[in-house]
């Protein structure tokens, strides 16, 4: 597990990946996984120390943020959170009413949250790790695709026109600096 972590890590930031250190490991444990070289699962004291570790990296990105700040941020957040859960638990819902994934991992899958803190998540609960993580990384991959592509068709992105005052023609315009 220590040489997919590390290997993995070391593969993914070559490649460039967005969030190698977590995308990495996983994508690099899974392939050992399905090749039936880790057949164990992390200790739990492992799973409580990344999680651990995680929260104070995130915590950290707090330092000297004003109490105005963390209350807009916070209730925007939790308002988010709310939205999504919604839309999560409608999803969920109608992949288990289809039949197509038990109640656990049709859940974690659908669920907001961070792509390491669901992959923790189903280890801990002994949901299908696979199932969970390719579901997260699809919304990632889609997400980080489609943005883009949704934004210029938006056409956001750009600043707002100023209305023109003179009476310029298009060309003329185009011709000015």
Same mark, same amino acid.
């Given at each position: $597990?220590?040489?997919?972590?590390?290997?993995?890590?070391?593969?993914?930031?070559?490649?460039? !990946?967005?969030?190698a @250190?977590?995308?990495?490991? $996983?994508?690099?444990?899974?392939?050992? @996984?399905?090749?039936?070289?880790?057949?164990?699962?992390?200790?739990?004291?492992?799973? $409580?120390?990344?999680?651990?570790?995680?929260?104070?990296?995130?915590?950290?990105?707090?330092?000297?943020?004003?109490?105005?700040?963390?209350?807009?941020?916070? !209730?925007?957040?939790?308002?988010?959170?709310?939205?999504?859960?919604?839309?999560? !638990?409608?999803?969920?819902?109608?992949?288990? !009413?289809l039949?197509?994934?038990?109640?656990?991992?049709?859940?974690?899958?659908?669920?907001?949250?961070?792509?390491?803190? $669901?992959?923790?998540?189903?280890?801990?609960?002994?949901?299908?790790?696979?199932?969970?993580?390719?579901?997260?990384?699809?919304?990632?991959?889609?997400?980080?695709l489609?943005?883009?592509?949704?934004?210029?068709?938006?056409?956001?992105?750009?600043?707002?026109?100023?209305?023109?005052?003179?009476?310029?023609?298009?060309?003329?315009?185009?011709?000015?600096?």
């Open positions: $597990m220590v040489v997919a972590a590390i290997g993995g890590w070391q593969i993914a930031k070559r490649l460039r !990946l967005f969030g @250190s977590i995308i990495g490991p $996983m994508v690099f444990t899974a392939a050992l @996984s399905l090749a039936g070289l880790i057949t164990h699962r992390p200790p739990a004291l492992a799973i $409580m120390a990344a999680q651990f570790f995680i929260g104070c990296s995130v915590g950290a990105k707090y330092s000297g943020v004003t109490a105005r700040e963390l209350k807009v941020d916070v !209730l925007a957040g939790v308002a988010f959170c709310l939205i999504l859960a919604v839309i999560s !638990l409608v999803f969920a819902e109608l992949v288990i !009413l039949g197509l994934a038990p109640d656990v991992e049709a859940l974690l899958s659908f669920a907001p949250g961070g792509q390491g803190e $669901m992959a923790v998540l189903a280890l801990i609960v002994g949901a299908d790790l696979p199932f969970v993580v390719t579901h997260h990384l699809v919304r990632i991959v889609t997400v980080i489609g943005a883009p592509i949704i934004a210029r068709w938006l056409d956001w992105g750009r600043p707002p026109r100023a209305p023109d005052a003179s009476p310029a023609s298009e060309t003329e315009r185009k011709a000015q600096p």
